[in-house]
Structures are given as structure tokens and as C-alpha cells.
């Protein structure tokens, strides 16, 4: 009789265990959905489109794992990435969308968007948003110390602001501008390993070049859906 109690006291307890991590997983699904439909609002207004999106998130967390960053801050790092450029929401439209060269006034201005980015979330206690923050923050700032804002230099640059440094400049490097034409996979490559130690932590331009074919399988992936979209099929 008392084993039978136990059977089923055993039962349930199993049961709500497995129905209480299905409700987690489901609220953190839904929380990462919110943080990257949030992020699409600022890519939308910059004319970019959710590959891009997708993409900075892949590269930064192939560059983390390379880099053997704990399980957490993957995950972290993952759905933080794409806020990263999050300030652009509060530039206006007249700089943001504008389709000649900026005036240096204008530069100054598109430039605080990573402060701007900062400050929506700051006094979070949540690590995901405080990660947000740090890259929004940081990813503009340069190896070498000639970055904007804070001028940071080095390993003071925290290392999610140098991860998605080069995850976002390679991505812009193999993306179609109003201004420019896409580089080729591996003409950005190159240029990526010619900024190590300048504008990149050369410990990051290892991890990155170290899973060169993963991304280059990420890069072709999406840029096989941009040109499925852009033949009208969607």
C-alpha cells in the first residue's frame, strides 16, 4: 500500500515537473519571438529585412561557441545579437533614410544610436536585456581604440560588443546597400582577417575564420531565401 502511494506521488511528481518546463519553454519561446519581432522594428525602418536579423545571431553564436563561451551566455548572446542596432528606432527618419552621404553633423548623430540603444535598456535586471545593452553599447567600438563612442580599446571592449563586431561588419560586408553592391564570401572574409587587431580582437578573427564553413553555409542559406523572396515567390 505504501509503495502504491509512493508509485503515484512519484507519478505526479513527474508529471508536473515535465508540464511546469513545457510552460518555461513556452513563455522563453514567446520572450525570444518579442525580442526579435522588437529588433525587426528598427531593421524595417533602415530598409533591411529579418535575414539579416537571423544571420548576425548565427555568426555571433559560432563565433561564441568557438571561443567556448558557457551555455548561458550563448544563449544570451543568441537572441541579444539582433538588438544591436535597436537605437536606429530613435533616429530620425530625414538622417536614417537618407540616401546621400551625411553631413558630419548627421554622422554624429546616427552614431548615438548605440547609446540610444543602450539606454532602452538600462536598469534591466534581466541578463539577457543587460547583454542587449552591452552590445547595443559596444559593437561600433574598435580593437585598435578609434571606435565610437567610448573610444574603448582592446580587451576593455566587452567581448560581446568584439563578437558582434565582426558577426555585423561581415554581414554588411556581404549585403546589398542602396550605396554599394554585396562583396563575395570570400572577398569579406579577407577583409575581415585584414582588420584583426585594427578594427577586430584577433582572438575573434580566429574563432570566426575557425568556423568559416558553418557560416558560409548560414551566409548561402539566407541569401537563397533573399533571392526566393526577391524574385516575387513570396
Do not use: C
Not at 151 to 157: C, T
Not at 170 to 185: I, M, W
Amino acid at each position: 500500500m505504501i509503495k502504491s502511494r509512493d508509485f503515484e506521488y512519484e507519478a505526479r511528481t513527474h508529471k508536473t515537473y515535465h508540464e511546469l518546463k513545457k510552460a518555461y519553454q513556452e513563455v522563453k519561446d514567446s520572450y525570444a519571438e518579442m525580442i526579435f519581432r522588437f529588433a525587426l522594428t528598427a531593421e524595417y525602418r533602415d530598409g533591411m529585412t529579418g535575414t539579416h536579423l537571423v544571420r548576425i545571431a548565427d555568426y555571433s553564436t559560432e563565433i561564441g561557441q568557438e571561443l567556448g563561451l558557457p551555455g548561458k551566455d550563448i544563449e544570451n548572446l543568441r537572441y541579444a545579437s539582433p538588438m544591436h542596432d535597436i537605437g536606429k528606432l530613435i533616429i530620425p527618419d530625414a538622417i536614417l533614410k537618407k540616401k546621400i552621404g551625411l553631413t558630419l553633423k548627421e554622422r554624429d548623430v546616427m552614431k548615438k544610436h548605440t547609446t540610444l540603444g543602450a539606454d532602452i535598456f538600462k536598469g534591466s535586471r534581466s541578463p539577457l536585456l543587460k547583454t542587449a545593452k552591452i552590445i547595443s553599447l559596444t559593437h561600433h567600438e574598435r580593437y585598435d581604440g578609434t571606435g565610437y563612442l567610448q573610444g574603448l580599446k582592446g580587451k576593455d571592449i566587452p567581448l560581446f560588443g568584439r563578437i558582434v563586431a565582426v558577426a555585423d561588419v561581415f554581414d554588411a560586408l556581404t549585403s546589398k546597400r542602396p550605396y554599394k553592391e554585396a562583396s563575395g564570401f570570400e572577398e569579406a572574409v579577407e577583409v575581415v582577417k585584414s582588420e584583426s587587431g585594427k578594427q577586430f580582437d584577433p582572438d575573434v578573427v580566429k574563432a570566426f575564420l575557425k568556423r568559416k564553413e558553418k557560416i558560409k553555409r548560414i551566409w548561402q542559406a539566407t541569401k537563397d531565401i533573399e533571392l526566393f523572396v526577391a524574385e516575387g515567390n513570396i
